[in-house]
């Protein structure tokens, strides 16, 4: 991870900035305008009120520089750190009404994302040493996609495709509209680039011996018990690569981990990470 970084479209977030910000700000921030001072300024930290690592930092500080004229943002973490709590993650100054406006926007967007590397990086702790490496999943907040995507990415695991143009996934519904699964892989391969994945989801091991067979790239385990899971294995004998999920939960992923996969995918890290507690603090 260190000194590796996933590429996000700066007009992308930009764009997805501006968004949020008319969402949150509507016509004005009418408490901000009616308090505050119009030549007001405002020294504020960014404080971690739990321990956290860190995804979005850059993004929380574009937003604050997105509003705020002549804004002096300085970031204290970067992005893949953890923290403990009290942690000051940036300091901002700048025109107070501006700072107050785009607060609630750029804390939203900074817990969101280390909500999500920091549930990540639990997973990614648990199967260390196992040879097993974790991987998202599609399940994310529509719309917000690449940033999830990226915030796991930051949290130790790797990608899996992050739309559905990036790989062939084969799944019962469309092996039951051909009529077999190895004539399935036959369509998919006679289709597909060569330099593109096929990976085929098995639900018992007789589907696990005819995907072996049918020279595809990787087969997905889907809801095997651990027991059922080394069967597997043993029958795959390393022609492909395997992934398994389902029920993947952080008390269990380790046990999984040690069947011999090679992949472990979870939507949880994505899709129910809970926000990280992050404050803005005013400093005197």
Not at 24 to 47: N, Q
Not at 104 to 115: C, D, F, K, V
Not at 185 to 211: G, K, S
Not at 240 to 258: F, N, P, Q, T
Request: aromatic share 4%; charged share 30%.
């Amino acid at each position: 991870m260190k000194g590796m970084k996933m590429q996000l479209d700066p007009e992308e977030i930009e764009n997805f900035i501006e968004r949020a910000l008319e969402e949150d700000i509507g016509r004005g921030d009418l408490t901000t305008h009616v308090t505050t001072p119009e030549d007001a300024v405002f020294r504020a930290a960014m404080v971690a009120r739990e321990d956290i690592v860190v995804c979005g930092i850059d993004i929380a500080m574009q937003c604050f520089g997105m509003m705020v004229p002549d804004f002096i943002g300085e970031p204290k973490v970067r992005d893949g750190e953890k923290v403990e709590k009290g942690t000051i993650l940036a300091t901002v100054y700048g025109n107070a009404r501006a700072i107050l406006a785009a607060e609630r926007t750029a804390l939203n967007i900074l817990q969101h994302l280390s909500g999500i590397s920091t549930e990540v990086r639990k997973y990614v702790d648990a199967v260390d040493g196992t040879g097993a490496t974790m991987i998202d999943t599609r399940k994310t907040i529509p719309t917000l996609r690449n940033l999830a995507k990226y915030a796991s990415f930051i949290g130790g695991a790797r990608n899996h495709r992050i739309r559905l143009d990036d790989g062939v996934l084969i799944k019962d519904n469309h092996i039951a509209a051909v009529g077999s699964l190895t004539a399935t892989v036959e369509r998919a391969m006679r289709a597909t680039p060569v330099l593109t994945m096929i990976e085929v989801e098995c639900d018992t091991l007789d589907q696990v011996a005819e995907a072996a067979e049918s020279g595809v790239d990787m087969i997905l385990l889907d809801n095997m018990d651990v027991a059922m899971m080394k069967q597997a294995v043993e029958i795959v004998a390393k022609r492909c690569r395997i992934e398994c999920s389902g029920g993947v939960r952080l008390d269990k992923v380790r046990e999984k981990a040690e069947s011999g996969v090679d992949f472990i995918s979870s939507g949880r890290m994505t899709q129910s990470a809970p926000a990280i507690d992050i404050g803005l603090d005013f400093l005197e």
